[in-house]
């Protein structure tokens, strides 16, 4: 009915949580944005073949592979979306760049510092060669966080003084909750941490412009054991919260606390920001508002900014004013972003590079933690 | 790659704002849901060619015409969803129920009784041929308004004493906003009360199960001229605001506004019921939570319920709990009812009877305006 | 220790709830403000010498009356303050002012128009020779609302568009809650109407400086029998709930509701005004802010004002920001303006006819409700 | 006019903000409570004989002494009210208490640790003569949080997993505020730590029922040179800001941070606590309400507890539900507590142990902010 517009074939490796909701942002994005690749659904790879193929027709894959070393080189995929545990990240992600395909790789980018290194330099060889890598990082594209992005980075909140970032669940505070591969370390690499402190880790230093310098960490695991499925009991070998000091580049000072053991909060990713000129707060239960302070006098407050204006970051291609979106937005405004750079040609954000120094943080945490609270440098990457 | 569900060709009417959110959830509902008809998009009626293809082509649709007369008798078309201003749902929904076809028809039903009646009645003929006719009250597909009404049904409320119902916009705050259809008696049928106040009215019937029976009204015109688009100005001939008293069928008194005026609200659909056990209050600017009230004692409070656990209406079928939903998923919970009802040969709800009903009650409210706020009986179905 | 100051005596009537809190203003007031007059607690009156003597060596009265009639007329008392049920305010008011002391008179100034009016007219001569007369509308003195009143006057909203107000209560929510006077109508003249409504019709026209011209009302009585103390049931003969519809002099809608049955709202008094160029919002039970919306663009949303600024009405005499102030500070301020207004020979706000001004709305709404919601217009005073 | 209660002479020593609203409070408190002896204003001292003066008509107090040392030995004085800087905190209340007299002292106990034992030691030798000591923590009297302490205490929360205490001001946000005491560290001890930190160390441990075992900790001074009152600038001393991590008695992990550089937070002190049955949070800019989480199922969700039922502690004394309370009443009620620690001969808390742990906690994060951070265990009182 018109011109064709130019199309990338997706593999996705993994289809759990992440696999349905990157699924929903490839069928979608190009029905609201104007990405210059329209992505094309054509492959799905997970491990057990009747799952897969059960999932690929729930999510609208046209095929399936069951090992994703054959995923990465087909021809008819140009772009390779990492939905798996982090111990496999590596792998993947590695011999997709090297098989020429752009990677997009959900988040924490590895399980250790080593990993996370290995990728950044394929991500960087991959550059040369016009392949693009992003990690997945997706509280970046809530609108009002890109907003509040766009505010410091115009100056308006004067200089950085606190941060504070909490990122609080509850799914584990019933000691009956059975063990999942989220609870053990060699498949989770960490526990609240990882799985929560990475977000908030990316967010801050995403907002703010700076970058985390150093910490002191304390870890805790309330529940040592837990059902597991088949009878009896396992050991978890994470930590169910993880909280740190931090000093940022910038000369602020930050504290953050990441657990899946705050009773009552269901998805309670907030930030808040102090500067000399302006404030900021956010909670993701609250995902479409931005708590805002600035000015002086008599009707100074924390204004509650509505983020569903046309001029908010995303929003002109959704809905009318107070017309909310959801959590799979971030997703769709992820691979819009991606698709656009790989069109453009540019570097997209996160980087691996990005998503490396998450990584280095994180291991500082773990570092300090296991070193009663001592102050740690997060290590400098080359 | 797996037996073919049953599908259903959609032929759509209108590609405004309804049409594109109305694409998304024929789009995506068999991705969350397992309706016993998979819909299938096929085709768009606009009268535009060009804008109606184009329109197709960005939303997914594989066919256009720009006549809906023939939309509507396609052999390809099992269900014809009718995105156009008030004026013309009649004509076409009784045209396309006449044909065989399932219709869902966008909100209000109608411009005035009269036509809403035939619309009824012709809904009530097809149903005897099998034939299924919805309303697009989307609101009630909200998970917490949804939540609400199951509380509302399971008695938890006790007796109903008061529904306080506001619909606030703001976007015709400034007198400099232009001129639009939704601004002239004859395409629009009214103002802020037709477009605004009849969601309040079937929600406030839906949440309390019961129906209004009288009102005392008045509505006012702030800024009686707008800037007409070829220059010069055009005359407002519709209410700004529209306010009304009323009582309900099983004792409680309510009251309702509905407005483009509140300056800041920009989609505050708002909805507080008091009962004698417990009291309920939404607000569609955070539609992801419902604030309850029961009980007594030093721990009563109202709960800020975050309405995303996987037992809440239709959630199961998005994310883990405190993942927020937003406004297009109204829509397809409501595609996903209609196809569920269709495949289960039911009627589905809100029928043309519900939205005759609220227009019955949208017609008392003019006269009793029009009479300087008299109590006006809401007519009485046959 | 310094120059004595000069000294008022204050008679107060009634020693109640409302006795308690003015003892406390009467207490304080020279404490914190600079009243050119400083109170002195002579005497308080109570048909019950027993009762009377305790509550007066409770609340730090030096004498006791058991009949109003002498208090008015003694030397050492230079003002009454009338907190007895509105039946006994016109004879206690008019008599007070014929003896030439000024007066302070509990809130709804009369339960009736021709009471009203007779205390206005009493009001008047008195001022001729000097003598003032204030009625207690105390949340005038609410920081958030004097500032509101003082945004207002400025114009800071432009044009008044709309008026929402409610006054919530639910102690009554309960059917074996006990009879009282204030479920007669001999004695409390008009039930939620008049007590709470009262307060909502002053605050409004207070904050926006309209009067409200015309009315539609309902009102209902959900539990019309009550046990009462001595065993059996009592009627109740005042309203339980009272709503309605209102234009102001300048061309606002307003809407209006007072309940003593909306389960969970303990004091819900809110107002929301919407103007051309600006909005506010206040709830009683949040009463140290005030919601601010102005302005466009993507910083605009609703301020929650934390009223605690020394810049904002009254606060400058108590503690530093963001250190609350409470329910009984309103009653220190109207005391300190009331003293200000004798001291500076001026009159005071809300005056007698300020009270007048409301008993009509009030009459008007319950002649409205009366006569099936008609609209019925405020009757002009002369 | 009745018979006389036993009264107690009050002597108080300093009258800036915090006299002043102690004076209120010795005012106040049998108005509303019943103490066991009625206090009475007896003697204020304040270095300058002028201003001590005019405090002292201002507040209510009969006499003045320029020395407080006269003043604790006086006759008429069975009870003093410390009110000045920390740094003289040892000296007066080490001399009160041995000239026999009952002691209330401001916040924190001292400056340094060792002050503070000795202070604890005098407390204890007083003990045994019957004459009694507090520490004015005025936040446990909050009723919100003495509401919160009784959930804890009755098990309500189960198991105690995180605190997150912060306590944020913005008054020095602007590097143009002036020099005060304050900000030396020889008269104020520490700055945002001792200030703001003191109460949340106190507030969480009051209402947990555990102690800190243990801290790391970081401070920092954004503005370091301030205007002083002569001109030029003075050098701050003391930190604008204090964060530490904890671990608690009771197994629990905790964050703190004071800071009087949150801009537009005026008085927030915070406080959550999550349990494995229920959690709870607090913000004292809404200090009527306690949230509240417990429970789980489809009804779940933080309650927004209004602390202002008759049954809530403190709360009986003053007004209807929903009628708020403000700052000051938290020093009523706490001089209402301890008058009835002394009449009934029992001993107060928080008492100067109490006090002392306080210190303790302070000198840990003191000592660990200037080792980097280093985990530093919280000293074991004898």
Redesign the interface.
């Known amino acids: 009915?018109?011109p064709a517009r130019e199309t990338i074939g997706i593999g996705m490796v993994g289809h759990a949580?992440m696999g349905a909701?990157h699924?929903?942002a490839w069928?979608?994005v190009h029905?609201f944005f104007d990405p210059p690749l329209v992505p094309r659904l054509a492959v799905l790879a997970g491990r057990d073949e009747t799952r897969a193929?059960?999932a690929?027709?729930?999510?609208?894959w046209a095929?399936?592979e069951t090992d994703w070393r054959k995923l990465v080189v087909r021809d008819d995929v140009g772009l390779v979306d990492i939905c798996t545990p982090g111990d496999s990240h590596a792998e993947i992600a590695i011999a997709a760049l090297e098989a020429g395909k752009h990677v997009l790789c959900e988040k924490p980018l590895a399980n250790s510092v080593a990993e996370a290194e290995a990728m950044a330099e394929a991500a960087r060889r991959a550059r040369e060669r016009g392949v693009r890598a992003m990690v997945a990082f997706n509280y970046r594209r809530v609108p009002a966080l890109a907003?509040a992005r766009n505010?410091v980075a115009s100056g308006a909140l004067g200089?950085i003084?606190?941060v504070?970032s909490?990122y609080l669940?509850?799914?584990l505070?019933d000691?009956r909750a059975p063990m999942t591969w989220r609870l053990r370390k060699e498949s989770a690499g960490s526990g609240a941490l990882g799985d929560l402190g990475a977000h908030i880790v990316d967010a801050a230093q995403f907002v703010t412009g700076e970058v985390i310098t150093g910490v002191?960490?304390?870890t805790?695991t309330?529940v040592k054991q837990r059902p597991s499925e088949g009878g009896g009991t396992d050991e978890v070998t994470v930590d169910d919260?993880a909280?740190?000091?931090a000093?940022l580049s910038g000369?602020a000072?930050a504290?953050f606390?990441a657990?899946r053991?705050?009773?009552?909060?269901?998805?309670?990713m907030r930030l808040?920001v102090?500067?000399?000129?302006?404030?900021l707060a956010f909670d993701?239960?609250?995902?479409?508002e931005?708590q805002?302070?600035?000015g002086s006098?008599?009707?100074?407050?924390?204004?509650?900014?509505?983020v569903?204006?046309p001029?908010?970051p995303y929003v002109g291609a959704?809905?009318?004013?107070?017309?909310?979106?959801?959590?799979?937005?971030t997703f769709t405004h992820e691979v819009a972003d991606f698709l656009g750079a790989i069109g453009a040609g540019t570097d997209p954000a996160p980087s691996f590079d990005d998503g490396l120094r998450v990584q280095r943080v994180l291991d500082a945490v773990e570092k300090s933690a296991a070193a009663?609270?001592?102050?740690t440098a997060v290590e400098e990457g080359k």
């Open positions: 009915m018109s949580f909701v699924s929903h069928r979608s029905r193929k059960a690929a027709q729930r999510f609208g095929d399936v907003h505010l200089e003084r606190h504070r909490v669940q509850d799914w505070s000691p002191s960490a304390l805790n309330f919260t909280l740190f000091l000093r000369g000072v504290s606390e657990t053991f705050a009773l009552g909060r269901k998805n309670a808040e102090n500067g000399s000129k302006a404030s993701f239960e609250s995902m479409n931005l805002w302070y600035e006098g008599t009707e100074a407050g924390f204004r509650r900014i509505l569903t204006e001029q908010h959704w809905w009318p004013p107070g017309h909310l979106l959801g959590y799979e937005h009663q609270a001592t102050w």
